[in-house]
């Protein structure tokens, strides 16, 4: 099950996307790349933060 905090995550990563996809087709083609590299990185980071809470509960 999700909680809240799992939605803010994938809210980000999902506004990074679309921030990424407008940037690019606005003819900013570096800052579009720029802002899309933030989507793994902020899945990366969620992942990590579900993990090290599923940990400490062992």
Known sequence: ???KSD???LAAALISM???ISLWF???QDAGL???IW???ILGFGAYFKIIKYRSML
Do not use: E, H, N
């Open 39 to 41: 989507v793994p990185s």
């Open 1 to 3: 099950m999700l909680k």
């Open 34 to 36: 720029f802002v899309g």
């Open 7 to 9: 939605y803010f995550i």
């Open 18 to 20: 679309m921030l990424s």
């Open 26 to 28: 606005s003819g900013q």
